[in-house]
T-cell receptor, first 118, second 112 residues
C-alpha cells in the first residue's frame, strides 16, 4: 500500500521569506507526485506535478518541487512568499491500478497549513 | 473554458436519507473521480470512472455508488446517510485515466 506523510501540520513564515513544505511518500511501485493548494471553502488547485523526466519541477505562483527517489521525498519550495500564499497545501501521489490501466486514485497527505505573516 | 462544476454547493440531510451529488468535468475530459474530505484531513478516494466504466474504488461501504453518463458527467449517490458522512465531496476530472486531475469546488454535505 502507498502512503504520503506531510511532516509539518503548520508552517508560519514572514512575508518575503523562503519556505519549504516537506512531503515523504511510501510506495512499492512507480508513482506520480503532485502538490495541490486549497484556499478556505474552496476545492483543490493543482500547483505542480511530477510524472517523469527532470526531478526539479516548476509550478504556478513561483512554487517548485524536487523529486528525490532515494529519499522518497517531494518537498515543495518557494524562495519568497506572499500573504496571498496563506492556504493549506496537500501532497499527493498516484499509482497504477491492478491492471495498469489507470493512475486515477490519488492518495493525499494530511495537509500543511502555511500562514504568511506581514 | 469552464472548470469542473459541482452541484449543489451545500446540502443538509437527515440520517437515513439518500443524497445525489452531481459533477460536470472540464470539456474534453473523459475521466471523473470522487473524493471525500472530512474537516481537517486530506481527501480520501471514493471512485474513478473512465469512459463510463469504473476504474477504481476506495475503501468505502456499499452505501456509496456512482455512475458516469455518455456526456462524461457523473453522479455520486450515498444511501442511508450517517452523521459521519458529513464532509466536503470533491469531484475531479482528467483527460485520461493516467493524467493529472483538476478539482471542482466541492459539495458540502451536512448530515444531522
Amino acid at each position: 500500500a502507498q502512503s504520503v506523510t506531510q511532516l509539518d501540520s503548520q508552517v508560519p513564515v514572514f512575508e518575503e521569506a523562503p519556505v519549504e513544505l516537506r512531503c515523504n511518500y511510501s510506495s512499492s511501485v512507480s508513482v506520480y507526485l503532485f502538490w495541490y493548494v486549497q484556499y478556505p471553502n474552496q476545492g483543490l488547485q493543482l500547483l505542480l506535478k511530477y510524472l517523469s523526466g527532470s526531478t526539479l519541477v516548476k509550478g504556478i505562483n513561483g512554487f517548485e518541487a524536487e523529486f528525490n527517489k532515494s529519499q522518497t521525498s517531494f518537498h515543495l519550495r518557494k524562495p519568497s512568499v506572499h500573504i496571498s500564499d496563506t492556504a493549506e497545501y496537500f501532497c499527493a501521489l498516484s499509482t497504477p491500478n491492478a491492471g495498469g490501466t489507470s493512475y486515477g486514485k490519488l492518495t493525499f497527505g494530511q495537509g500543511t497549513i502555511l500562514t504568511v505573516h506581514p | 473554458d469552464a472548470g469542473v462544476t459541482q452541484s449543489p454547493t451545500h446540502l443538509i440531510k437527515t440520517r437515513g436519507q439518500h443524497v445525489t451529488l452531481r459533477c460536470s468535468p472540464i470539456s474534453g475530459h473523459k475521466s471523473v473521480s470522487w473524493y471525500q474530505q472530512v474537516l481537517g484531513q486530506g481527501p480520501q478516494f471514493i471512485f474513478q470512472y473512465y469512459e463510463k466504466e469504473e476504474r477504481g474504488r476506495g475503501n468505502f461501504p456499499d452505501r456509496f455508488s456512482a455512475r458516469q453518463f455518455p456526456n462524461y458527467s457523473s453522479e455520486l449517490n450515498v444511501n442511508a446517510l450517517l452523521l459521519g458522512d458529513s464532509a466536503l465531496y470533491l469531484c475531479a476530472s482528467s483527460f485520461g485515466s493516467r493524467y493529472e486531475q483538476y478539482f471542482g469546488p466541492g459539495t458540502r454535505l451536512t448530515v444531522t
